[in-house]
């Protein structure tokens, strides 16, 4: 595996990362009740604090 191959796996890899976190930051955004209405595992989680959600 050549250098450049490694920095273009490693770029695609933080692009994906990034994309999941503003979208997981989006959608906690919403009010409670719309993340509940889509189903976001967090909404059930809000009085623990526990994290379970995307890259956990």
């Given amino acids: ?3 450049l191959s490694s920095i273009g796996r ?5 692009s994906a990362a990034r994309a999941r ?3 997981e930051r989006a959608i906690r955004s919403l009010p409670i009740e ?4 889509i189903g976001w595992p967090e909404a059930a989680d ?3 604090g526990a994290r379970h959600g995307v890259g956990s």
């Fill in 1 to 3: 595996m050549s250098i």
């Fill in 10 to 14: 490693l770029a695609t890899e933080l």
């Fill in 21 to 23: 976190f503003q979208t």
């Fill in 34 to 37: 719309l993340q509940k209405d």
């Fill in 46 to 48: 809000t009085k623990t």
